[in-house]
């Protein structure tokens, strides 16, 4: 035979040979689980888990960027670690109210958040009251009394004349559009269906009729509901300062706020500090009655601002968002260079808007309000103000989603979204 006819033979064995040395390996790499089928699945699944692990962390950081929201009241925490160690007190239980107030006068929390943490301060009340029913002080000129009750969503109104609280409260002076003529005879049409004479509602609240504020809050009540004010009344706190001084949650937030950023004297923030720390004892009503009046002004002046601003069309749009800035020259623009007071003129006047202009695509725009803060050095303070439209637990953190240009050429002071 010639080796021709040998090759055949010779190639196939090798070849079988071949074959077996690789299904060894397989075999073996099988054993060892480092197979390529293996190698592959397990490489795949690895990149799942990080595209889902990417993932998860682009929307942990949507969450952080776009949405901003508050927890509850550090005051009603020390509260209630204080109640935890039998170590608290009336006062102590006064300023958590005033904290949590706070926080809804300042549009911090949702409503369900506000009812929620008021009654748990409810029951707190209510346990007070009843170990402090049989202690002698119980009636003094001393004592301290603390009660749950639905009032008026009125600004002040007990410490003002009801006429003036309605012009200057934003949940009233925006529904009725008292920036325009028309917005005016509204009022008057709706203080009339109260059958309340105008001579008793633009006098002090201490001086009307007893008839007629026994029964306020109801009739005030019944004639919002047919204007559409259907959250006219709400859920708070009074505090009774032996047997004349009584003052409502908010009115103290009020003051002690315009204390904070008090611009009349020259006085420093520590000073502004210190003053409205001081309107939060018992001790010093003076500093309190003092930080209402600041407050009925600021108020006034928020409201003469938010009519400027709409009746001179210094709302602008955008594109994705409203603006407004105040011009040096307007009326306390140097109140409005602090952060409170700004947030408060913002929010209003966003309501405001929204409440005036027929495009109905402005509710679901932020607004961006900027002021000078300080002439001199050319700075400004910025803050965002969700949309109207907003009713989400979740407040959206208009600054850090629409203040995406470049501010190199100016100095800006960023306050914190609203």
């Known amino acids: 035979m010639t080796i021709s006819a040998f090759l055949p033979m010779t190639i196939s064995s090798e070849m079988t040979k071949r074959r077996m040395r690789m299904g060894v390996t397989l075999e073996t790499r099988a054993r060892m689980g480092r197979s390529p089928l293996g190698a592959v699945e397990r490489r795949i699944e690895r990149r799942r888990e990080k595209r889902e692990w990417e993932a998860r962390r682009r929307e942990i950081l949507f969450d952080y960027e776009q949405y901003e929201y508050h927890g509850t009241s550090s005051a009603l925490?020390?509260?209630?670690?204080?109640?935890?160690?039998?170590?608290?007190?009336?006062?102590?239980?006064?300023?958590?109210?005033?904290?949590?107030?706070?926080?809804?006068?300042?549009?911090?929390?949702?409503?369900?958040?506000?009812?929620?943490?008021?009654?748990?301060?409810?029951?707190?009340?209510?346990?007070h009251n009843h170990r402090n029913?049989?202690?002698?002080?119980?009636?003094?000129?001393?004592?301290?009394?603390?009660?749950?009750e639905y009032d008026l969503h009125l600004a002040l109104y007990q410490h003002w004349s009801l006429y003036e609280s309605i012009c200057n409260s934003c949940y009233t002076s925006s529904h009725f559009k008292l920036w325009s003529i028309h917005g005016q005879k509204k009022l008057q049409e709706f203080l009339a269906d109260m059958g309340l004479p105008l001579k008793q509602v633009r006098q002090k609240f201490n001086s009307m009729d007893i008839s007629i504020?026994?029964?306020?809050?109801?009739?005030?009540?019944?004639?919002?509901?047919?204007?559409?004010?259907?959250d006219i009344r709400i859920q708070t706190f009074s505090v009774h300062f032996g047997f004349k001084n009584k003052f409502l949650a908010s009115d103290v937030v009020h003051a002690a706020a315009a204390l904070l950023e008090n611009i009349e004297k020259d006085e420093s923030r520590t000073d502004n500090f210190?003053?409205?720390?001081?309107?939060?004892?018992?001790?010093?009503l003076e500093k309190l009655h003092h930080g209402i009046k600041l407050a009925k002004k600021k108020l006034i002046s928020v409201q003469q601002t938010v009519a400027s601003c709409i009746c001179t069309n210094q709302i602008l749009s955008q594109g994705p968002f409203l603006y407004c800035?105040?011009?040096?020259?307007?009326?306390?623009?140097?109140?409005?260079?602090?952060?409170?007071?700004?947030?408060?003129?913002?929010k209003y006047l966003l309501k405001a808007f929204v409440r005036s202009t027929k495009n109905k695509r402005c509710r679901l725009l932020p607004l961006i309000m900027a002021a000078p803060m300080?002439?001199?050095?050319?700075?400004?303070?910025?803050?965002?103000?969700?949309?109207?439209?907003?009713?989400?637990?979740?407040?959206?953190?208009?600054?850090?989603?629409?203040?995406?240009?470049?501010?190199s050429s100016h100095e800006c002071t960023s306050a914190r979204p609203s």
């Not at 109210?97 to 958040?113: A, E, N």
């Not at 210190?274 to 010093?284: E, K």
């Not at 800035?325 to 913002?346: A, H, N, Q, R």
């Open 77 to 127: 925490v020390m509260f209630e670690l204080a109640w935890v160690m039998s170590k608290d007190t009336k006062d102590m239980l006064w300023w958590s109210v005033v904290g949590l107030t706070d926080q809804w006068v300042q549009d911090k929390i949702t409503h369900m958040k506000y009812v929620t943490d008021v009654g748990t301060l409810q029951r707190h009340v209510s346990r």
């Open 325 to 346: 800035y105040l011009m040096e020259g307007t009326p306390d623009v140097k109140l409005f260079s602090k952060p409170m007071s700004l947030s408060i003129l913002s």
């Open 274 to 284: 210190i003053n409205a720390l001081d309107s939060l004892s018992r001790s010093n």
């Open 213 to 230: 504020k026994d029964n306020l809050r109801e009739v005030i009540e019944e004639s919002s509901n047919k204007y559409g004010m259907k």
């Open 133 to 148: 029913e049989d202690e002698e002080n119980s009636l003094s000129i001393d004592c301290m009394r603390i009660s749950f």
């Open 374 to 407: 300080d002439v001199e050095k050319g700075t400004v303070i910025v803050l965002g103000i969700p949309p109207e439209a907003e009713s989400s637990d979740k407040k959206k953190c208009v600054l850090s989603n629409y203040l995406s240009v470049s501010w």
